[in-house]
Protein backbone atom coordinates (compact mmCIF):
# COMPACT_ATOMS: atom_id res chain seq x y z
CA UNK A 1 0.00 0.00 0.00
CA UNK A 2 1.21 3.89 -0.44
CA UNK A 3 -0.92 6.50 0.02
CA UNK A 4 -3.75 4.21 1.18
CA UNK A 5 -3.97 1.88 -2.27
CA UNK A 6 -2.44 -0.97 -3.15
CA UNK A 7 0.60 -0.20 -5.87
CA UNK A 8 1.43 -4.31 -5.66
CA UNK A 9 -0.21 -7.47 -5.14
CA UNK A 10 -2.61 -9.57 -6.68
CA UNK A 11 -6.21 -9.46 -8.23
CA UNK A 12 -7.48 -10.18 -4.87
CA UNK A 13 -5.64 -7.54 -3.46
CA UNK A 14 -7.02 -5.56 -5.33
CA UNK A 15 -10.35 -6.09 -4.86
CA UNK A 16 -9.89 -6.01 -0.98
CA UNK A 17 -9.05 -3.03 -1.36
CA UNK A 18 -11.93 -1.47 -3.45
CA UNK A 19 -11.20 -2.31 -6.87
CA UNK A 20 -14.14 -4.24 -8.04
CA UNK A 21 -15.32 -2.40 -11.59
CA UNK A 22 -12.72 -4.57 -13.78
CA UNK A 23 -13.20 -4.95 -17.41
CA UNK A 24 -10.32 -6.69 -19.72
CA UNK A 25 -9.12 -3.93 -22.41
CA UNK A 26 -7.24 -6.59 -24.01
CA UNK A 27 -6.14 -10.31 -24.30
CA UNK A 28 -3.15 -9.61 -22.11
CA UNK A 29 -4.25 -7.29 -19.12
CA UNK A 30 -7.43 -6.18 -16.79
CA UNK A 31 -8.12 -3.10 -15.16
CA UNK A 32 -10.10 -2.78 -12.18
CA UNK A 33 -11.47 0.34 -11.19
CA UNK A 34 -12.76 2.41 -7.89
CA UNK A 35 -14.51 5.79 -7.74
CA UNK A 36 -14.14 8.55 -5.35
CA UNK A 37 -10.21 8.82 -4.17
CA UNK A 38 -9.15 10.47 -1.99
CA UNK A 39 -5.03 10.03 -3.09
CA UNK A 40 -2.11 12.61 -0.51
CA UNK A 41 -5.15 14.37 1.02
CA UNK A 42 -6.31 15.29 -2.37
CA UNK A 43 -9.45 14.19 -4.99
CA UNK A 44 -11.91 12.59 -5.37
CA UNK A 45 -10.04 10.58 -8.02
CA UNK A 46 -10.85 8.43 -10.77
CA UNK A 47 -8.38 5.52 -9.64
CA UNK A 48 -7.73 1.57 -11.65
CA UNK A 49 -5.02 -0.57 -11.19
CA UNK A 50 -3.93 -2.34 -14.05
CA UNK A 51 -2.74 -5.78 -13.74
CA UNK A 52 -1.02 -8.19 -15.91
CA UNK A 53 -2.88 -11.13 -17.60
CA UNK A 54 -6.23 -11.34 -19.20
CA UNK A 55 -7.34 -12.78 -15.25
CA UNK A 56 -4.94 -9.96 -13.68
CA UNK A 57 -2.69 -13.53 -12.72
CA UNK A 58 0.42 -11.33 -13.11
CA UNK A 59 -0.07 -9.11 -10.48
CA UNK A 60 -0.15 -5.13 -10.54
CA UNK A 61 1.63 -3.44 -13.40
CA UNK A 62 0.31 0.07 -11.97
CA UNK A 63 -2.18 2.51 -10.37
CA UNK A 64 -3.57 5.52 -12.28
CA UNK A 65 -5.51 8.26 -10.80
CA UNK A 66 -7.46 10.83 -13.00
CA UNK A 67 -10.32 13.31 -12.39
CA UNK A 68 -13.53 13.31 -14.92
CA UNK A 69 -13.30 17.11 -15.55
CA UNK A 70 -10.38 18.91 -13.94
CA UNK A 71 -7.42 18.57 -16.40
CA UNK A 72 -5.43 19.96 -13.43
CA UNK A 73 -6.65 18.48 -10.48
CA UNK A 74 -3.56 15.57 -10.20
CA UNK A 75 -1.38 18.62 -9.60
CA UNK A 76 -2.77 18.59 -6.20
CA UNK A 77 -0.84 15.37 -5.38
CA UNK A 78 2.33 17.04 -7.59
CA UNK A 79 2.36 19.92 -5.38
CA UNK A 80 2.41 17.22 -1.86
CA UNK A 81 4.76 15.55 -3.40
CA UNK A 82 6.88 19.36 -4.09
CA UNK A 83 6.60 20.18 -0.34
CA UNK A 84 7.45 16.36 1.00
CA UNK A 85 10.64 16.54 -1.13
CA UNK A 86 10.29 14.19 -4.01
CA UNK A 87 13.20 14.80 -6.95
CA UNK A 88 11.67 15.14 -10.32
CA UNK A 89 12.63 15.44 -13.80
CA UNK A 90 10.94 15.15 -17.43
CA UNK A 91 11.40 12.56 -20.25
CA UNK A 92 11.06 14.01 -23.45
CA UNK A 93 11.62 17.21 -24.85
CA UNK A 94 7.47 18.97 -25.36
CA UNK A 95 6.19 16.22 -28.12
CA UNK A 96 3.11 14.12 -27.13
CA UNK A 97 3.76 11.34 -24.13
CA UNK A 98 5.85 13.75 -21.96
CA UNK A 99 5.58 12.91 -18.29
CA UNK A 100 7.31 14.72 -15.39
CA UNK A 101 8.55 11.53 -13.37
CA UNK A 102 8.51 11.86 -9.40
CA UNK A 103 10.85 9.94 -6.95
CA UNK A 104 12.30 9.81 -3.78
CA UNK A 105 15.04 7.81 -1.38
CA UNK A 106 13.27 4.89 -0.11
CA UNK A 107 10.31 5.00 -1.39
CA UNK A 108 9.42 1.56 -3.43
CA UNK A 109 7.03 3.67 -6.04
CA UNK A 110 7.64 6.10 -8.64
CA UNK A 111 4.76 8.71 -9.70
CA UNK A 112 4.58 10.01 -13.63
CA UNK A 113 2.33 12.45 -14.44
CA UNK A 114 0.89 13.45 -18.50
CA UNK A 115 2.52 16.55 -19.35
CA UNK A 116 1.37 16.22 -22.96
CA UNK A 117 -1.59 14.19 -23.13
CA UNK A 118 -4.80 13.07 -25.02
CA UNK A 119 -8.28 12.89 -23.09
CA UNK A 120 -7.36 12.39 -19.27
CA UNK A 121 -4.60 13.83 -17.67
CA UNK A 122 -3.21 10.97 -15.45
CA UNK A 123 -0.69 10.44 -12.45
CA UNK A 124 0.40 7.25 -12.74
CA UNK A 125 2.09 5.28 -9.18
CA UNK A 126 4.52 2.53 -10.94
CA UNK A 127 6.14 -0.26 -8.52
CA UNK A 128 9.35 -0.66 -8.79
CA UNK A 129 8.55 -3.93 -10.31
CA UNK A 130 7.39 -1.98 -13.45
CA UNK A 131 10.15 -1.39 -15.20
CA UNK A 132 8.74 -0.49 -18.96
CA UNK A 133 7.85 2.68 -18.05
CA UNK A 134 10.54 5.90 -18.57
CA UNK A 135 12.94 6.61 -15.92
CA UNK A 136 15.16 9.97 -15.96
Not at 11 to 25: E, K, L, S, W, Y
Not at 29 to 34: D, F
Not at 123 to 132: E, H, M, Q, W
Request: aromatic fraction near 10%.
Amino acid sequence: MFGGLPVRGSIADARAAGFTDCVQPDWDSLRCRRHKVVFQGAGPYEAAVDLVGHDGGGGFDQLILWHGQDQYAVYKITDVLDRQGWKNCSTGDGERGDQIVYSHAGVPVRMSMDLSYWGKRRLRVLPASNTRERRC
